[in-house]
């Protein structure tokens, strides 16, 4: 492959100048008017403001498929961030919820506390002996063990007559 000498002296790579994969495009030709040389180029030359010998190049709108298509991002995107945020206040909502059932269980534990204190002080045997005393019963004769229940000695039923 032979490179010219101009173009090594230019900079440019071999490869820029015959890839046979890349298409090259021909440069647009010179118009004397805009280079500055010839007879009409004072004629197109911007002096102040806005060049008006040319017009504006139109403007180029989204083709109805790129619309759509932007418009089906956008609605996946806003339906995406309302799951997001419904997600996001279902979990705060269950956060309260756990906060209020902790609560409630740490009341049920602590009036249970109370209960068994009250109930162990009900059932002390001190407390029932004195309040026996009180009432005019006299001690135990006879034990009777719910679990393995036996009669009672003959001796023990003779001073109770209500007792069959």
């Known amino acids: 492959m032979r490179i010219p000498l101009a173009a090594i002296?230019?900079?440019?790579?071999?490869?820029?100048?015959?890839?046979p994969l890349r298409p090259t495009r021909p440069r647009p030709p010179r118009s004397r008017a805009v280079s500055g040389r010839g007879p009409r180029a004072q004629a197109a030359r911007v002096v102040t403001g806005r060049n008006v010998a040319r017009s504006a190049p139109p403007?180029?709108?989204?083709?109805?498929?790129?619309?759509?298509?932007?418009?089906?991002?956008?609605?996946?995107?806003?339906?995406a961030a309302l799951g997001l945020v419904a997600l996001r206040m279902d979990s705060v909502r269950l956060r309260y919820?756990?906060?209020?059932?902790?609560?409630?269980e740490q009341d049920l534990l602590d009036e249970q506390?109370?209960?068994?204190?009250?109930?162990?002080?009900?059932?002390d045997p001190r407390r029932l002996e004195r309040l026996g005393t009180e009432l005019g019963l006299g001690p135990a004769g006879?034990?009777?063990?719910?679990?393995?229940?036996r009669p009672c000695p003959s001796d023990v039923r003779a001073g109770w007559e209500w007792m069959p």
């Open 97 to 104: 919820a756990l906060a209020d059932a902790v609560r409630a």
């Open 9 to 19: 002296l230019r900079g440019s790579s071999p490869s820029r100048l015959r890839n």
């Open 142 to 149: 006879c034990l009777i063990d719910l679990d393995h229940p």
């Open 113 to 123: 506390r109370s209960l068994t204190v009250e109930m162990r002080q009900l059932r």
């Open 59 to 79: 403007r180029r709108r989204l083709p109805a498929v790129r619309s759509a298509s932007l418009f089906i991002v956008a609605t996946g995107a806003v339906c």
